[in-house]
């Protein structure tokens, strides 16, 4: 496993931004260096301490369903060496295991939510109206039930600090066409179904996930940020699934769920620190998932 990481310094390259997660440098006019840390976010805030080995876990498995997937829709990797665009060895170091060259493209402004699952918001959704996000669905399903057909449900893409907002399709309409928008939904839905019958033979249930897409020159859709990780989905062991609980997970619900007992946190920043026993927990869950899905361990 290579070093724990909670901000990446790369000098030899301009910073474009930090998300909660990734450190974003400009490799010349259209290509960009994604460095994946270790850092976590709860409830859209970025905790203090790093989880070991999540970085690595997240960009593995992100490029496993890239790979995958790219029959479907392209995508935003070059297959250059993250290695060959740093300088010095130390930056070299950095970026080993935890990073990709990407396409430099026009992000879509909503993230797109696919649920397969009445579960999370979805379920108190549910419980209010007999809906959710808008979207009616028969009465008397369960908590965890698989849903009729995946939901499609559309949000915002919040700045860092802010929350997502659900948004309905004629929303999404306004913000990038009716083309895009009818593209962005039918590809989200086709990726999800690909990648939850997979998983399942892997035994893992894809609950839930959200994709991301940009446009190239052309206005040409592609596959962009991470997919199908444990930050981005909500991942249930097969073998622990019933109806009517909420299943243990592989992401880091464990995490908001540690997060949840804490009667002196307020969900806002700055974020507790969190017990070693959670972080060596959380960091098993994450390999875990790698393991399961692509027979793949961390070095």
């Known amino acids: 496993m290579n070093p724990t990481i909670l901000e990446s310094n790369i000098t030899s390259l301009p910073l474009l931004g930090r998300g909660k997660v990734r450190d974003i440098y400009a490799v010349g006019e259209d290509k960009m260096l994604i460095v994946t840390t270790d850092r976590l976010s709860a409830f859209d805030v970025i905790l203090p301490d790093p989880i070991p080995g999540k970085g690595e876990v997240l960009t593995a498995v992100a490029d496993f369903w890239f790979g995958k997937l790219a029959h479907v829709i392209p995508n935003q990797l070059t297959g250059i060496a993250p290695e060959s665009v740093v300088g010095s060895e130390a930056e070299k170091a950095q970026v080993r295991g935890r990073s990709v060259v990407v396409k430099r493209l026009k992000p879509l402004p909503i993230e797109a939510v696919v649920r397969g699952y009445l579960i999370g918001s979805g379920w108190k959704d549910y419980q209010a109206s ?41 929303a999404t309409v306004k913000l990038v066409g009716k083309e895009i928008a009818e593209q962005v939904r039918d590809v989200a839905i086709k990726l999800y179904k690909a990648a939850a019958a997979y998983a399942r033979v892997r035994g893992i249930i894809i609950a839930d996930t959200k994709f991301e897409f940009g446009l190239d020159a052309a206005g040409k859709l ?22 009517g609980i909420s299943p243990p997970s592989f992401d880091k619900q464990f995490v908001r769920d540690y997060l949840e007992t804490l009667a002196d946190w307020n969900k806002q920043a700055p974020g507790p620190k969190l017990p070693a026993e959670i972080i060596e927990k959380t960091a098993a869950k994450y390999r875990e998932a790698l393991q399961r899905l692509t027979g793949e361990t961390l070095a």
């Open 222 to 243: 592609h596959l962009i940020d991470e997919v199908l990780t444990p930050d981005s989905s909500r991942f249930w062991p097969v073998d622990q699934y019933q109806v």
């Open 130 to 170: 007999g809906k959710v996000c808008g979207i009616e669905l028969p009465a008397g399903l369960k908590l965890a039930q698989q849903l009729p057909e995946p939901l499609y449900t559309p949000s915002t893409k919040a700045e860092l600090g802010d929350h997502d907002e659900n948004i309905d399709f004629d």
